[in-house]
């Protein structure tokens, strides 16, 4: 028996992989703060848990490892990443779970979007620099003001978005030409401002004051692309690309996969320069001239991991694999595999019984 801890339990693509391994028999854990999780139904076990930045956090994590011996964490909550991983040697002499995860180093260069941008910039790396979009960080309201007013100058649309964070936390488009009395009456929200609104919500704020680390930049209407990817000590072993065809709220809901040559180059070079090991995730969008940039990276395993399974390698059990030194033999992934998200009702027993 293999028993496995999800930080998030919420990652129904995550189970289905792992409801797929056939080489182990395997018991999972789910954490959630939602007391009425809908996956419970499909976990062996769930917690309700606090929010990751609680100083309990880990004490309470450990009380559930050990209570449940879990032989492996797949962690899933990005904000979450890097204290788990300062804890690793904790974790691991108290209840003997190990972690499947890049290195502390490498998550905190790939979490943050501005430290990430900043090293592939000073890396010197050909033919990588070129796949950063134009950006500024900011730190204050002023900043952030003065910056936007020059990028929309420059750039017919912008977007700002935070320096940290997942599933579009803090995105938004600024956009002068969009018809927003139309958006307020006709349209499906959206995430375009005005430059007069951005102006307005901001408006309580004092010009020094500090915000979250923001990034202005130029926005990039092109063709969105995944890149799943199974690596182990920097060198890629495996990887499924994929094209987004719908977005909703950060997450990918209507998707293909599909190869695309120029994007694993840039994988390649990322993953080297950052050493990145097991699941991560790569996204990149074209600009208007139809050239690839980098987003962001996810270091951790994605909502859409289940895709790279439908389409002939089930990461998950390859990097349980390779965390426990045992052999995988990855395929090339199959092209045209078409998914789509949608919802259903399930019964689920109350958590407390």
């Known amino acids: ?62 009380s559930i490892l050990q209570k449940e011996k879990v032989d492996i964490i797949l962690p899933i909550v990005s904000e979450g990443l ?23 180093d490498a998550l905190r260069i790939a979490n943050d979007k501005i430290s990430l941008y900043d090293s592939i910039q000073s890396s010197r ?118 094209i987004n065809f719908v977005m909703h709220d950060g997450l990918t809901s209507v998707l293909e996969t599909r190869d695309q040559p120029q994007l694993k180059v840039y994988c390649e070079k990322i993953v080297a320069l950052l050493h990145l090991s097991y699941i991560v995730c790569i996204s990149f969008r074209a600009d208007v001239d139809g050239h690839f940039r980098l987003l962001e990276i996810n270091p951790r395993i994605m909502g859409n991991i289940y895709v790279s399974t439908l389409a002939g390698n089930n990461y998950v059990e390859m990097a349980i694999r390779l965390l426990q030194k045992k052999p995988i033999h990855p395929v090339p992934a199959i092209n045209g595999i078409c998914t789509a998200m949608y919802y259903d009702q399930i019964e689920i027993k109350p958590l407390d019984k």
């Open 125 to 242: 790396i050909d033919d990588l620099s070129e796949i950063v979009p134009k950006y500024q960080a900011v730190y204050t309201k002023q900043v952030l003001l003065e910056t936007v007013d020059q990028f929309v100058s420059k750039y017919k649309k912008i977007c700002i978005k935070k320096a940290r964070g997942e599933n579009a936390e803090g995105f938004w488009i600024i956009d002068n030409e969009s018809d927003h009395s139309d958006m307020l009456f006709h349209g499906n929200p959206r995430r375009h401002l005005s430059l007069n609104s951005l102006h307005d919500m901001m408006q309580d704020l004092n010009p020094g004051d500090l915000i979250p680390p923001y990034i202005v930049s130029e926005y990039l209407p092109g063709e969105e692309w995944d890149c799943d990817i199974l690596c182990m000590d920097g060198k890629i072993i495996s990887i499924t690309t994929r």
């Open 82 to 104: 890097e204290s788990l991983m300062s804890a690793e040697t904790e974790i691991k002499e108290k209840t003997g779970a190990v972690i499947l995860s890049s290195c502390l």
């Open 1 to 62: 028996m293999l028993t496995l801890l999800l930080t998030d339990g919420e990652f129904t693509g995550l189970i289905r992989s792992l409801r797929a391994i056939q080489t182990e028999n395997i018991r999972i854990i789910g954490l959630t703060m939602n007391p009425y999780l809908p996956h419970s139904a499909l976990l062996d076990a769930s917690y309700l848990t606090e929010s990751v930045f609680a100083q309990t956090y880990i004490d309470n994590l450990i």
